[in-house]
């Protein structure tokens, strides 16, 4: 990265500087007569070391003068880069004031930041306050999406899909008891997928301890570590009641699971004509061929509409999102025309500040990419043409999953929405490793080639849509009944009767206790973890820039 580059240049001429030095001492013994002049002792005097930094307010250093400065450095080689990790001796101050600085600098709303003093926080909890405390026009947070994690956990993930787990896609429905927690699928070829657990399923135990009910410390504790496993090979027992009121019970074994971004592609005949299906669940660089592979299977079976499952989708990277769009859309739709325009804070209305690029519209990619390389490849993308898409979506639909929506809409493709409100972020970040761990801020907004991404509450399905962000389609709930991708499925269902009629249907989910508890958590019990307090998935909420250059 950029700031990489800065880091190690600062160094270079350091050691050159010092070396000069050296040089220049290491000289003054000698001269070009023989004769050796005495020298008055000194005293010795304690070798000085740098001052510490200070924090003074409203005042901002550039934050290249703090980068890669370490309270505890990582030496040897970075694997996922190959090259000298970047760190020297530093502290947590310095940590904190990078920042601080960096904050200032590329934080959308960096001038909604308290400027308190970084000697009253730790690290992590000083960047957990660099943030806006100001609300969107409903009174929710603006900024919902400030997180960090481990760097290497984060480029693992980032470039493998690999995380350890059961394969549980989980719905949390009360963290706090009596809590609830239901299956939303789980990962194909993971131990929860062999163990046949059901979509639907509703957590009871975990190794003989009441997930329901139990509200002591050491009882939550132990349920967070059985649940979220840190590695691979932990072993736990879990009792789920099914639908049908049994209980199942299964010994799973952990283990590093590939997380499979598209699931269930399939062609549904239908009395209107052939309908495509998938269930998109991440916007990852390792979602490229399965997507390419699923339009392959729409265009030999010559489909004539398309609906796309992105409930579960929490977001990931534009360039994969315009991707998708060209391939939905098609060329003579697209050609020439704006997926989405990033905009920064307004220190940097012409320039990225992270790449140092010219801002320049997104176009819609029509070529697969090497996401390793950072390069297009000379590959047509397959697409559909279609003017009409469905799309299926939840509040647990953010991020690149929304940018798909939007900017689709911003070329007049008509997308009907089917299910409920999406999580509304129209907003994004550039990853950015420091000191071993990878922060998240919100550094930029996208808009459509119409100009629009005032989406901060979501895109709202409606029967008869009068502002921007409210979408032709119908509100239903998730129905956990049916498998996903069951034409019996109540959304999928939906979708399928509006594509038939144009109208939305009178839809009835059968009556079963799941999702029948989201008001009677207590505000004092206490709360299992969350995706977003786990840092295992870097895709939530998430909407990533990747810099794409042209084939050479």
């Not at 994690?149 to 899909?161: F, I, K, M, S």
């Not at 059985?226 to 879990?238: C, D």
């Not at 997308?415 to 907003?427: D, F, R, W």
Request: proline share 7%; with cysteine.
């Amino acid at each position: 990265m950029k700031l990489s580059k800065v880091s190690t240049l600062s160094r270079a001429i350091a050691v050159i500087l010092a070396a000069g030095i050296i040089s220049g001492c290491g000289g003054s013994g000698s001269s070009n007569n023989n004769t050796v002049t005495p020298t008055t002792p000194t005293t010795p005097t304690t070798p000085t070391t740098p001052d510490e930094p200070t924090w003074e307010a409203g005042v901002y250093e550039d934050a290249s003068n703090f980068i890669a400065r370490c309270e505890t450095p990582r030496t040897g080689i970075d694997p996922f880069t190959g090259e000298d990790y970047p760190d020297t001796e530093g502290s947590a101050l310095e940590e904190k004031l990078w920042l601080r600085s960096w904050t200032n600098n590329t934080y959308l709303w960096y001038d909604e930041v308290d400027d308190n003093p970084p000697e009253n926080f730790t690290v992590e909890a000083y960047f957990a306050q660099l943030k806006t405390n100001g609300v969107t026009p409903t009174g929710s947070a603006k900024d919902n999406f400030h997180f960090s994690q481990p760097t290497d956990e984060y480029n693992t993930l980032a470039q493998t899909g690999v995380t350890s787990s059961y394969g549980f896609s989980w719905e949390f429905v009360s963290s706090t008891p009596p809590r609830q927690l239901v299956v939303r699928y789980t990962e194909p070829g993971s131990p929860a997928a062999l163990a046949v657990i059901p979509r639907g399923a509703s957590l009871l135990r975990v190794n003989g301890i009441d997930f329901v009910n139990d509200n002591t410390q050491a009882g939550v504790d132990a349920l967070n570590d059985a649940l979220f496993p840190a590695e691979s090979g932990q072993s736990s027992t879990f009792d789920f009641e099914l639908a049908d009121g049994s209980v199942l019970t299964e010994t799973l074994t952990s283990e590093d699971i590939v997380v499979s971004p598209v699931q269930n592609t399939k062609v549904l005949d239908t009395e209107s004509g052939k309908v495509g299906y998938f269930q998109f669940n991440t916007f990852n660089r390792t979602a490229q061929d399965d997507l390419i592979a699923s339009f392959e299977t729409f265009i030999d079976e010559n489909i004539t509409e398309l609906v796309i499952d992105l409930r579960y989708n929490g977001g990931g990277l534009l360039a994969l999102a315009s991707q998708l769009s060209y391939m939905i859309a098609g060329p003579n739709q697209t050609n020439g025309m704006t997926f989405e325009t990033l905009q920064f804070n307004d220190k940097h209305p012409d320039y990225d500040p992270i790449s140092g690029n010219e801002i320049q519209p997104t176009p819609f990619y029509q070529y697969e990419i090497d996401y390793n390389a950072g390069v297009f490849i000379n590959t047509l993308l397959p697409s559909v043409s279609l003017s009409k898409i469905y799309v299926i979506t939840t509040d647990s639909t953010c991020s690149a999953s929304e940018a798909v929506i939007n900017a689709l809409r911003g070329i007049d493709v008509e997308v009907v929405q089917i299910g409920s409100a999406t999580c509304g972020k129209p907003y994004g970040f550039y990853p950015t490793d420091n000191c071993g761990t990878t922060y998240f801020t919100i550094q930029f907004q996208g808009v459509n080639a119409k100009g629009f991404g005032d989406y901060a509450d979501g895109f709202i399905p409606s029967s008869s849509p009068n502002f921007d962000f409210e979408l032709p389609g119908c509100t239903v709930s998730d129905d956990f009944s049916a498998a996903l991708g069951d034409p019996e499925e109540a959304m999928l269902s939906t979708a399928l009767a509006h594509s038939a009629t144009g109208s939305c249907p009178a839809v009835t989910v059968s009556s079963t206790s799941l999702l029948q508890n989201n008001s009677l958590g207590r505000d004092d019990g206490l709360s299992i973890k969350r995706p977003n307090e786990l840092k295992s998935s870097i895709f939530l909420h998430n909407k990533i820039s990747t810099p794409i250059r042209q084939p050479e």
